[in-house]
């Protein structure tokens, strides 16, 4: 169980953990994703380039879920901020359709 009022968060097994490294977690998976979209694969390999854009396009997907506005408030940034600036980005690297 977690708190975020609290200073520290005390989770099943017993080992305390602070609100920060906990949002500095949240903000891990929304870099991962947005990194998953924008990061181009470097490999020779077509078949590793096609699994690499279904990846990608899953992650473009997720921006603006219920998912997604989760782990923004999780991270402790506004999910509406956010997402208005992965979509100007998708837009200015020529993603959108």
Do not use: T
């Amino acid at each position: 169980m977690y708190d975020m009022n609290n200073e520290n968060i005390v989770v099943e097994m017993g080992i305390p953990v602070s609100v920060e490294s906990c949002r500095l977690l949240w903000a891990a998976v929304l870099r991962s994703n947005w990194d998953q979209v924008f990061k181009a694969s470097q490999s020779g390999d077509p078949r590793v380039r096609y699994i690499h854009r279904l990846d990608a396009q899953r992650s473009a997907e997720w921006f603006g879920s219920s998912g997604f506005c989760e782990v923004c408030a999780l991270a402790g940034v506004d999910d509406e901020f956010v997402l208005d600036r992965f979509n100007a980005a998708y837009r200015q690297a020529g993603l959108a359709a």
